[in-house]
């Protein structure tokens, strides 16, 4: 089993559509939780943290589920910007290696 | 302020050569990881290197080594390619602090692509 598992996707959206991702994560021990976002051929850059009692940011707000072990990104009102792939990140308690997930491909069209 | 850089951005490479990648991190961060990212898939943590120590490192061979400089910046060499071993190349930078030294998040330099032939 993948330590974070992601829906590759792709999702396809039209403009304005509001569209989640949910990532789930094997180990118990995770204790810091990130949503990057890569664009194609390029690197990934944070996009949020994520924090035990969710957190929003402008038309994005991630949630964490500890007991379920998941994670989720929500995007309200998705503009043709938003086209790219989200990664779900985590890392274990007092390692600094981070462990990403597949990445989820989120294409919104007009 | 300059990102952190990477270099070269491209490299064509053989079987069996070996490759040396650069990276330097952003100015004032003392912490440099490196991470293999094969197309499809995401990032995967090959090093970590915190005041020029190897702080952490992933399941790769020993064919992979780093080194981590007196001004920070890093090298990752990789004997023997395989075809394998094509892949994105990523350097991140983070300056963590005493206090929260494990939630510093990662800034990533543009990367080095690196083929295998």
């Known amino acids: 089993r993948k330590e974070v598992e992601q829906d590759p996707g792709p999702f396809n959206v039209p403009e304005g559509a509001t569209v989640a991702f949910n990532c789930t994560y094997s180990?118990?021990?995770?204790?810091?939780f990130f949503w990057y976002r890569q664009d194609c051929r390029k690197e990934p850059k944070l996009l949020m943290s994520v924090y035990s009692s969710g957190n929003e940011d402008g038309r994005f707000t991630a949630q964490l589920n500890r007991a379920s072990q998941y994670i989720s990104l929500l995007i309200r009102d998705s503009k043709l910007s938003d086209s790219a792939t989200y990664l779900c990140v985590v890392n274990m308690l007092n390692t600094d290696k981070l462990i990403f997930g597949t990445g989820t491909r989120l294409q919104v069209f007009p | 302020d300059a990102g952190v850089t990477q270099s070269p951005t491209h490299l064509i490479k053989t079987r069996g050569q070996h490759v040396t990648l650069r990276c330097s991190p952003i100015s004032g961060h003392k912490s440099v990881s490196w991470y293999q990212q094969v197309l499809g898939q995401g990032p995967q943590f090959i090093f970590q290197y915190y005041e020029k120590e190897e702080r952490g490192r992933g399941n790769f061979p020993d064919r992979f080594s780093a080194r981590q400089f007196p001004n920070y910046s890093s090298e990752l060499n990789v004997n023997a390619l395989l075809l394998g071993d094509s892949a994105l190349y990523l350097c991140?930078?983070?300056?963590?602090?005493?206090?929260?030294?494990?939630?510093?998040?990662?800034?990533f330099g543009n990367g080095t692509r690196l083929t295998v032939t």
């Open positions: 180990n118990s021990a995770s204790q810091s």
């Open positions: 991140a930078s983070s300056h963590p602090d005493h206090s929260d030294s494990y939630n510093s998040p990662l800034h």
